[in-house]
Every structure is written in C-alpha cells, then in structure tokens.
C-alpha cells in the first residue's frame, strides 16, 4: 500500500531543434506543474482528450520517465530517481504484452523466477490469486496467450500484476482494446479487483464514462494541466470551469447564449426571474448557462419552445433523451420512457440547479453543488 504524491512536476519532450528562434519551446511541456495526491488504497482516474498528458503522467509515477522539475514521493519518500523495477509498481497497459509463447501460469510465476524466488512462493501466490481473480480464471491459465480473447488476455496481465503484491497498480487504458461488451464486463472485474485489494491505483483513460465508474476520485487534464481533481458529484455539480462541465456527464450539459439583467435572464429574446440566491451571485451581462439534462422542467407554463432532431430511448433507465436545438446550442433533456413522439417540446431551465459561466472565458461564476440526495 502506498500514498502517492505528485508534486508540481514539469516534463517536456521537446528536444534542442524543437525550440524557435527565440529560444522559447515549440510546444508547452507534455506535463505542466502537475500536482496530484492519490491516498492510500485510492483508485484516481485520470482522464481527458488524447495528446493531454495522460500517459506522460503515469510513466512520470511508474519511473519510466524522469520529470525535468518536480518530485514523486511514495509514503512521502522521494522516488523521483529511483529506476521502474525498485519502485514496487504493478502495470497494465493498453496491449496486454504477456509473453506470448508462455501459457498463463507461466506468466504469472516468470517475475518470481526472475527473482530467483521460490517454486513455492510463486504456486502459492498463483493460487492465491487465481482464488481471488475468481470463476474460470485457473482455466484461463493453462493455455497461451493467443489462444485467449482479449478480455481473457487481459484478466491474465491483471493477474499477473496482482501475483506480485505491488504497493501501486498503474494502469494505462487496459480495456480500450476490448470491444463494447467485453469492456463492460472488464471494467467490473478490474474495479471488484481494485476494491477487494484496496490497491492505491492511477488509471488513465480517455473515456469519461469509465472514469466515473473505475475512480475514487476523477483528475481532468487538459494540456499538460490538471484541470480539477474531484469525485464525480463534485465535477458534475461544482466544475472549476467550463471544460469540465462539458467534459464530465452524458449526454454533455446544455450550453446557452444568455443575458442576464436586473436579476433577471433572457434567452432567445425570453425572459426568467432568476432565484434570489443565483441572481446575487452574477453579474449583469452576457453569460452561457449550462443545463444537465434532468435540469429541465418538461411542459412548463413559462418554457421555451425547443425543436427537436431525434429522440433516444433508454429501457434500462426508464428513461428518453431529447435531443434538440436552441439558441445555436445542442440541446439533450431527459424525459420519462414514454414520452411521445413530438416535433418540438416546451421545456424551462431548473435555474437555480444550472450552472453560470462567463462569456469569454470559461470560468465558472456559479454552479449549483452537490444534491442532497439522502
Ligand atoms: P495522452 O496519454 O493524454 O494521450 P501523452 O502523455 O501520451 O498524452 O502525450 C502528451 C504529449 O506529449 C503529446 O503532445 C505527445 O505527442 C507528446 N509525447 C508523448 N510521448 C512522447 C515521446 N516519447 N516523444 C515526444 N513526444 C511525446
């Protein structure tokens, strides 16, 4: 078990001929004063659009890359210098990278012979694991690895990682690879994994969804930046900004064009009291309102008429997707299962639950916090 600390660490790839002529680097650092704590026995997603720093990130954590600035402490101990192998990690990365011509059991007992270990240890820890990574996996490791679907190749790295007890599980996109279905049942392995073990783990993805399901807590990273750290009620709720609200939640939140006046707001030309409590908050002027899908009321007296493209039904959650169009902004509201067919629906913004940004730029200037829920 391990507590990670990642303390303002700057790593760049860009080598001499990548600088312009006035000596200024060509592209800004692949990591950029990143900081970020992960607790023992957490599991931290990390997540956001390919080419962000992701994978930089976790190399920087797994020793794999060394930062140009900035420390990585294990336990509070400095391990920025010290080499991959020494450092207790346990990885699985996107190709699953079992050593093809061994069957599974041997892949799982091969560190313990490379650590001249003994053939008991390394039985007793396969067993061990093959009780814990549950039904069918002893099957699994009787046969190589192209014998095996990707999940299965996948549950055999896994285990892998696991026979070797690591302090710290790093794992970088490990089911991207796998098609829908078998994503799905994957990504419930891993986290019962995670769970039963309470392995201080990093997970990278670039899929929002599998971040709300695998992680603690969720880091959102954007240029070599973390954007926000939080657990998913704290990005859907309370996003720093207006890349997270857009980032985090499916269908994404609703932004309008909006003005707001004498405590009032306005779009396409109709108007709205605002509640005391969010109106003392803004400013007068022009502002985007971002809506969650749940955040409309449908049918209203006071709503707005919304056009609408296509209707998503949804059995398992009860529940349809509206998808429409105002003010220039894609529109998703989620109403009941059945709700009928329609060409336009009149619907009104919940304001007090919206969430408030500037114009220009992307701050937010109110969000509404977490629901009371219990
Ligand atoms: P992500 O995992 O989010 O897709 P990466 O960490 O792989 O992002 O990459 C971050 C940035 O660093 C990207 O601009 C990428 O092109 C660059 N990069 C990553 N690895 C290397 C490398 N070995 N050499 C040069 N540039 C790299």
Same mark, same amino acid.
Request: net charge negative; hydrophobic share 40%.
């Given at each position: 078990?391990?507590?990670?600390?990642?303390?303002?660490?700057?790593? *760049? !790839?860009d080598t001499?001929?990548?600088?312009?002529?006035?000596?200024r680097?060509?592209?800004?650092?692949?990591l950029?004063h990143v900081?970020?704590?992960?607790?023992?026995g957490e599991t931290?997603c990390?997540?956001g659009?390919s080419?962000?720093?992701k994978?930089t990130l +976790?190399?920087?954590?797994?020793?794999? /890359?060394?930062?140009?600035s900035g420390?990585?402490?294990?336990?509070g101990?400095?391990?920025?210098?010290?080499r991959p192998?020494? =450092?207790?990690?346990?990885?699985?990365?996107?190709?699953?990278?079992?050593y093809?011509?061994?069957?599974?059991k041997?892949?799982?007992a091969y560190y313990?012979?490379?650590?001249?270990r003994?053939?008991?240890?390394a039985?007793r820890?396969?067993?061990?694991v093959?009780?814990?990574m549950?039904?069918?996996?002893?099957?699994?490791?009787?046969?190589?690895?192209?014998s095996? *679907? #990707?999940?299965e190749?996948q549950r055999?790295a896994i285990? =892998?990682?696991?026979v070797?007890?690591?302090?710290?599980?790093?794992?970088?996109?490990p089911?991207?690879?796998?098609d829908?279905?078998l =994503?799905?049942?994957?990504?419930?392995?891993?986290?019962? +994994?995670?769970?039963?073990?309470g392995i201080?783990t990093?997970?990278?993805?670039?899929d929002?969804?599998e971040?709300?399901?695998?992680?603690?807590r969720?880091?959102?990273m954007?240029?070599?930046?973390?954007?926000?750290?939080?657990?998913f009620? /704290?990005?859907?709720?309370?996003p720093a900004n207006? !890349?997270v609200a857009r980032?985090?939640g499916s269908p994404p939140?609703?932004?309008?064009p909006?003005r707001?006046e004498?405590?009032?707001v306005?779009?396409e030309?109709?108007g709205?009291d605002?509640p005391?409590?969010?109106?003392?908050?803004l400013?007068s002027?022009?502002?985007?309102?971002?809506?969650r899908?749940?955040?409309?009321?449908?049918?209203?007296?006071?709503?707005?008429?919304?056009?609408?493209?296509?209707v998503?039904?949804?059995?398992? /959650?009860?529940? *349809?997707?509206?998808?429409?169009?105002?003010a #220039?902004?894609?529109v998703?509201?989620?109403?009941?299962l059945?709700?009928?067919?329609?060409e336009?629906?009149q619907a009104?913004?919940?304001?007090?639950r919206?969430?408030?940004? *500037?114009?220009?730029? &992307?701050d937010?200037?109110?969000?509404? #916090?977490?629901? &009371?829920?219990?």
């Open positions: 078990m391990a507590r990670v600390d990642v303390e303002d660490v700057v790593k *760049s !790839y001499a001929d990548a600088v312009t002529i006035t000596g680097p060509l592209r800004p650092p692949a950029n900081t970020l704590s992960i607790e023992d931290v990390v997540v659009p080419g962000c720093g994978s +976790l190399k920087v954590v797994a020793g794999l /890359e060394t930062p140009d420390r990585v402490l294990y336990d101990e400095d391990v920025t210098g010290v192998q020494e =450092r207790g990690v346990g990885m699985v990365f996107q190709d699953y990278a079992l093809p011509s061994m069957r599974g041997s892949n799982l313990f012979q490379v650590h001249r003994s053939d008991e240890e039985k820890r396969t067993r061990e093959a009780e814990i549950g039904v069918g996996f002893d099957s699994l490791l009787g046969r190589i690895p192209t095996l *679907s #990707g999940g190749q055999v285990g =892998r990682c696991i070797r007890d690591p302090s710290l599980f790093l794992m970088d996109e089911i991207s690879n796998l829908a279905k =994503r799905e049942s994957t990504r419930v392995e891993i986290k019962k +994994l995670l769970r039963r073990f201080t990093l997970y990278v993805t670039h929002q969804q971040a709300v399901f695998m992680g603690d969720i880091a959102v954007r240029d070599g930046r973390i954007v926000q750290v939080g657990t009620d /704290e990005l859907y709720y309370d207006l !890349y980032f985090i939140m609703t932004i309008l909006a707001v004498a405590r009032r306005t779009v030309g109709q709205w605002l005391d409590d969010v109106a003392d908050m400013p002027g022009e502002v985007r309102v971002g809506v899908p749940e955040g409309w009321a449908l049918d209203s007296a006071d709503g707005v008429r919304i056009p609408l493209r296509h998503e039904r949804i059995p398992t /959650e009860r529940a *349809s997707f509206l998808y429409g169009e105002l #220039g902004a894609s998703a509201i989620a109403a009941p059945d709700y009928p067919e329609t336009s629906v009104t913004p919940d304001w007090g919206a969430c408030y940004f *500037s114009a220009e730029g &992307e937010t200037l109110r969000a509404p #916090g977490a629901l &009371e829920l219990f």
